[in-house]
């Protein structure tokens, strides 16, 4: 197709174009795109001297954030043009590469009064603002003293004066903020978020997987939480290496994806923080995420680690344990175009979640970390007889395992060699030719034959689910379960909250009924022991009727989902005014023995009249 086959599509509305792109990036990539560029730059300064800096500068006596960076500078006309959308100064744009617009679109919304760019390049200091007014965002116009407005000037005497060394090129980006007196380094969005004061140190670590061959990253006074000093960011396998972490281990998984596993254990001093936090300019929680060209996407911390983690075959113990997973570089992923997520190239371009990794991450768990993860396990009675309650009910409902469906278009996903029905293939004309039959002989029946084994009756059915039991209220949190019974895991786990109201109001209600026996403390006991069975039970067969869903056509999964939620099982462990008589008449047998004949007879006696009815 020649130049001329078509007309190109130009741009009807410039300023609306670039107010819109600017303003829907989410304003928290701001420092990822920053630092990126300034990382990029100093890799191509010579060894030794591939340097990031965060500081802070003086503007009208407000401290501001300030990052500078070795490398290759640019001149008056390239400053000029590194300021305009797709404009990218010595770097290859495209859809895995540079987009040429990444710092000035994330960071233009929470700078609004102004981004100050300065270059040294061959010793000749050029600066640039980049701001937004009467909702229009461009280059500043600046009058020069003879009248003249211009866009860019030259301040190397200027940065002479302030102490900066103009013998190497480097650059320099000054952030305003929105507000003249907005300290830009401690409130670096206004306050919409508010950040902490390791934010900084925070963002990078949970960004930037590892720096580029000799760079290295500096946080000055002002920009850490540790108050005066430098201080260095070391990434996560920087840190792991100079033994920050108890243990790590990386296994290669199938597609050339590595699984990164880090236990980080208690802090002696405080043990509700784990032992990294220990001189650490960053959060020391621990993480889940996605690794991708040596940057970390859908990472999760804190609640929303610990609640997830049990799908990633770690029940226990996610305070203290880390998994990275690392994509190939040729992996069939995009960042999407704000590059907060990844997304898949293929089919409907989902956001790529760690969660699609979690039987991959519980499969190739290393036995140590196993070890580690039985030993925060807390400490519970069996209910190994109602999970097998719960599996006969599942058998009774005959509920299978969802299998991928066959589709008009695509793979066949079954054996038509096996299953109900399946004919075995034959060689040869007809069932009685001359084909030859293998000799038979005289057997005893009751032998199994030679290199046999136990059919599995249960193959291809739904498992009843591991029940573990929450006692504590760290446990509880740690869970998310505060005000909720229990919640279910599709890899088979349901968590109980044994503290939920429903237990004691069932308690009360036992022990009210047989306040008048002789041993009140066994009393009471049996009153727990029957209030606690009682409730996991009935939130079980409710995790056991919503699986029985999943074959039937009126329930998406969606609607399957909803009635395994938290709050849809609460709503079985409310209601336990059905099953409470059986818990009295288990509890009267042994505690008014005398009476169950009595109650016996009364039962059948009621029987008997609503059948005659």
């Keep these: 197709m020649t130049q001329s086959s078509i007309t190109p599509i130009l741009i009807d509305d410039v300023d609306f174009l670039v107010s819109t792109t600017i303003e829907r990036c989410p304003r928290t990539m701001m420092v990822r795109e920053l630092a990126k560029n300034a990382m990029e730059a100093a890799s191509l300064a010579p060894e030794g001297s591939r340097q990031v800096i965060f500081r802070t500068v003086t503007f009208n006596d407000t401290p501001k954030l300030a990052i500078w960076n070795t490398g290759p500078g640019m001149d008056a006309a390239e400053l000029y043009r590194m300021c305009d959308l797709a404009s990218s100064i010595r770097k290859q744009k495209g859809l895995d590469a540079n987009f040429g617009m990444g710092a000035k679109v994330a960071s233009l919304p929470s700078n609004r009064l102004g981004m100050v760019y300065r270059s040294c390049k061959s010793g000749a200091v050029n600066e640039v603002i980049l701001c937004e007014r009467d909702g ?97 960011f070391e990434p996560l396998p920087r840190r792991a ?88 570089d040729d992996a069939d992923v995009l960042p999407e175009a704000y590059r907060q997520f990844l997304r898949y190239q293929a089919g409907e371009q989902d956001t790529v979640q760690a969660a699609h990794f979690g039987d991959l991450v519980a499969q190739h768990r290393p036995q140590w970390l196993i070890d580690v993860i039985r030993s925060f396990a807390p400490e519970s009675t069996s209910s190994d007889d109602i999970r097998d309650e719960l599996q006969k009910l599942l058998y009774d409902l005959r509920v299978r395992r969802v299998s991928p469906r066959p589709t008009t278009t695509g793979i066949r996903l079954v054996d038509t060699a096996s299953g109900v029905g399946a004919q075995p293939q034959r060689d040869g004309e007809g069932g009685a030719g001359g084909a030859s039959r293998p000799k038979t002989k005289h057997i005893d029946l009751n032998l199994a034959p030679q290199g046999s084994k136990a059919a599995d009756l249960w193959k291809d059915r739904e498992r009843a689910p591991e029940i573990v039991l929450l006692r504590t209220a760290e446990e509880i949190e740690e869970k998310q379960l ?129 059948e005659t009815a």
Excluded: C
């Design 136 to 232: 229009r965002y461009g280059r500043l116009r600046r009058t020069l003293e003879n009248g003249d407005l211009v866009e860019v000037i030259d301040v190397t005497e200027l940065a002479a004066e302030e102490g900066y060394d103009l013998t190497e090129d480097w650059t320099e980006v000054r952030l305003l903020g929105n507000e003249a007196d907005q300290e830009t380094a401690r409130a670096p969005y206004n306050g919409d978020p508010v950040v902490d004061a390791q934010w900084l140190a925070t963002y990078l670590y949970h960004r930037f997987y590892r720096l580029p061959e000799g760079v290295r990253v500096t946080l000055l006074a002002g920009t850490h939480k540790l108050g005066d000093g430098t201080r260095a």
């Design 241 to 328: 290496a100079a033994g920050a972490f108890e243990r790590t281990e990386t296994v290669e998984a199938p597609g050339g994806v590595k699984i990164h596993y880090f236990y980080d254990p208690p802090y002696e001093k405080s043990p509700s923080h784990n032992r990294s936090i220990s001189g650490a300019i960053q959060s020391a929680l621990s993480l889940a995420g996605v690794v991708y060209r040596d940057e970390l996407y859908d990472v999760k911390t804190g609640r929303g680690w610990s609640i997830n983690a049990p799908l990633f075959g770690i029940p226990f113990g996610s305070k203290h344990i880390s998994v990275h997973i690392e994509l190939p």
């Design 482 to 610: 505060k005000g909720r019974a229990g919640r279910y895991y599709e890899n088979g786990q349901l968590f109980l909250n044994m503290l939920y109201p429903s237990i004691g109001e069932m308690k009360d209600a036992l022990e009210a009924s047989y306040a008048t026996v002789a041993d009140l403390d066994t009393m009471r006991e049996a009153a727990v022991r029957q209030a606690e069975k009682s409730m996991v039970l009935r939130v079980g067969r409710a995790v056991v009727f919503a699986l029985a869903k999943q074959l039937n056509k009126e329930w998406d999964p969606d609607a399957v989902r909803h009635a395994l939620a938290p709050e849809s099982l609460s709503l079985a462990a409310d209601d336990f005014y059905d099953s409470i008589q059986s818990a009295r008449r288990s509890m009267g047998r042994q505690f008014r023995p005398n009476r169950q004949g009595e109650e016996a007879q009364v039962e059948d006696e009621d029987d008997f009249l609503r």
